[in-house]
Nanobody, 121 residues
Framework: QVQLVESGGGLVQPGGSLRLSCAAS????????MGWYRQAPGKQRELVGS???????TYADSVKGRFTISRDNAKNTVYLQMNSLKPEDTAVYYC???????????????WGQGTQVTVSS
C-alpha cells in the first residue's frame, strides 16, 4: 500500500511563512511528478505547483515569487515553502504524486489527506 502524509499547516498572519511537507510511504516502486493543490471554501481545487523527478518546477501565477516547491528523492518527500502569505492563500492544501507500487507497476495519481492553511490577523 502506498500513501502520502502531509504536515505543516496552521494559522499564520498575513506576510508570514509556512512550510508544508508531504512524505510518501509504503511499498513504492517509483515516483514521478509531485505537486501541491489547494481548495478554498466554495472554490474548485487548483494547482499550486509541481516538480518533476528531475527537479523542474512549475507554479500558478498567483504564487510565483512567493512559493517554492522542492523535493528530497532519498526521503520520498516534497515540500512547499510559502512566503509573503496573503489571506487569499487560505485553503486546504493537498499533496499529489504520480506513483507506482511494488504490487502494481502502473503509475497513477495519489492524494494526501489535506492540511489546512489559514492566513489571518
Amino acid at each position: 500500500q502506498v500513501q502520502l502524509v502531509e504536515s505543516g499547516g496552521g494559522l499564520v498572519q498575513p506576510g508570514g511563512s509556512l512550510r508544508l511537507s508531504c512524505a510518501a510511504s509504503g511499498t513504492i516502486f517509483s515516483i514521478n511528478a509531485m505537486g501541491w493543490y489547494r481548495q478554498a471554501p466554495g472554490k474548485q481545487r487548483e494547482l499550486v505547483g509541481s516538480i518533476t523527478s528531475g527537479g523542474t518546477t512549475t507554479y500558478a501565477d498567483s504564487v510565483k515569487g512567493r512559493f517554492t516547491i522542492s523535493r528530497d528523492n532519498a526521503k520520498n518527500t516534497v515540500y512547499l515553502q510559502m512566503n509573503s502569505l496573503k489571506p487569499e492563500d487560505t485553503a486546504v492544501y493537498y499533496c499529489n504524486a504520480d506513483m507506482s507500487s511494488l504490487s502494481s507497476r502502473y503509475l497513477r495519481p495519489y492524494w494526501g489527506q489535506g492540511t489546512q492553511v489559514t492566513v489571518s490577523s
